[in-house]
C-alpha cells in the first residue's frame, strides 16, 4: 500500500461543462468573450480609479480592489478551461490542480470579504457621516484589505497542504471545469476526515464572518435612512448602497442555491453552475453594476476614454 503522503497519479482530468464534441467550439467562443469583457471591464475600473483623484476615497479603494480579485478570480479558471477546449486535453498536473485550488479559494473567500468591507464603509459613511473621514482614514481602509488577504491565504494554504498529504487512486476524473476542494476529497484512496473536518471549520468562520458584517452593516443603515424625514434623502442614502446590495444579492444567492439544495443526481451540475456564476458571471457584471449607474465613475471612464483617444491622435 502506497504512503498517504505519497500520490500515484501525476495529473488528473477534468470533464469540463459538457462532453458533446459538437458544443466545444460553442462554449469557447462564449467563454472567451466573458473573459475578455472580465479582464477590459475590471481593468477599465481600476484605471479609472487611479487616474481620477475625485475617486481616491475609501469606496472606490475598495472596488478597485474588489475588480482586481475578480481579475485574479475569473484567470484562475477561465484560461485553463480555454486550452483545454482548444486542444481537446482534459489533463491538469497535480501541482497545476493544487495551485488552482489554491488561488480559487483564496480569491473567492476574498471577494466574500471586500464585500463585508464595503458594507461596512457605507454603514460608516450613512451612520456616522460626521466622523467618517476619521473612522475611515487611509490607515484602517489598509488594514482592512490587507487583514482579509492574511487570513484567505491563511485557509487556502491549509487547505492545499492537507490535500497535498492525500492519495489519490489512478484515473481520477474531476466531474468540474476546475480543480475544487469537494471533488478533489471525492477522489481521495485516503482517510479524509481531518480534510473534511478543516472543511467544515473554516466554511462556518469565513462564510458567517463576511455574512454577519453585511447583514449588520445594511440593519444599521436601515434604521439610520428610515429616520431620515425627507423621501430625497433616504433616495439619496439608499443610492449610494444599489450597486454593492446587487452583487451582494448575486454573490450570496448563487452561493445558497449551491449548499441548500437538496442533494439530487443533478448536484455535480449544480455546483457547476454556482461555479461559473461566481467565478466568471459575477466577476464579469461587477464592472457594468458599479458603473452603469455611478456617475462619478461613469465620468472617470469618460475622461480615460478621452485620454486615451487623445494620445492615440
Not at 64 to 87: C, R
Not at 124 to 136: D, F, G, N, Q
Not at 205 to 215: D, K, N, R
Request: neutral net charge.
Amino acid at each position: 500500500m502506497e504512503p498517504e503522503n505519497h500520490t500515484t497519479v501525476s495529473e488528473f482530468l477534468l470533464l469540463g461543462l459538457s462532453e458533446d464534441p459538437e458544443v466545444q467550439p460553442t462554449l469557447w467562443g462564449l467563454f472567451l468573450s466573458l473573459y475578455l469583457v472580465t479582464l477590459l471591464g475590471n481593468l477599465l475600473i481600476i484605471l479609472a480609479i487611479l487616474s481620477d483623484s475625485h475617486l481616491h476615497t475609501p469606496m472606490y479603494f475598495f472596488l478597485a480592489n474588489l475588480s482586481l480579485v475578480d481579475t485574479f478570480l475569473s484567470s484562475t479558471t477561465v484560461p485553463k478551461m480555454l486550452v483545454n477546449i482548444w486542444t481537446q486535453s482534459r489533463a491538469i498536473p497535480f501541482a497545476g490542480c493544487l495551485a488552482q485550488m489554491y488561488a480559487f479559494h483564496l480569491f473567492g473567500t476574498m471577494d466574500s470579504f471586500l464585500l463585508a468591507v464595503m458594507a461596512i464603509d457605507r454603514f460608516m459613511a450613512i451612520v456616522h457621516p460626521l466622523r467618517y473621514s476619521v473612522l475611515m482614514s487611509p490607515c484602517v481602509c489598509g488594514m482592512l484589505v490587507a487583514g482579509p488577504w492574511v487570513v484567505t491565504n491563511l485557509q487556502s494554504l491549509v487547505h492545499t497542504c492537507l490535500m497535498a498529504q492525500l492519495t489519490f487512486c489512478a484515473g481520477s476524473e474531476i466531474p468540474h471545469f476546475f480543480c475544487d476542494l469537494m471533488p478533489l476529497l471525492k477522489l481521495s484512496c485516503s482517510d479524509t476526515d481531518t480534510n473534511e473536518l478543516v472543511v467544515f471549520a473554516f466554511g462556518i468562520v469565513m462564510g458567517i464572518s463576511p455574512l454577519s458584517c453585511i447583514l449588520f452593516s445594511y440593519v444599521c443603515i436601515f434604521r439610520a435612512v428610515f429616520r431620515v424625514p425627507y423621501a430625497r434623502g433616504k433616495w439619496k442614502a439608499f443610492s449610494t448602497c444599489g450597486s454593492h446590495l446587487t452583487v451582494v444579492l448575486l454573490f450570496y444567492g448563487t452561493i445558497f442555491t449551491m449548499y441548500l439544495q437538496p442533494t439530487s443526481l443533478n448536484s455535480s451540475q449544480k455546483d457547476k453552475a454556482a461555479a461559473l456564476m461566481c467565478g466568471v458571471i459575477i466577476p464579469t457584471l461587477n464592472p457594468f453594476i458599479y458603473s452603469l449607474r455611478n456617475k462619478d465613475m461613469k465620468a472617470a471612464l469618460r475622461k480615460l476614454v478621452s485620454k486615451a483617444a487623445s494620445f492615440q491622435d
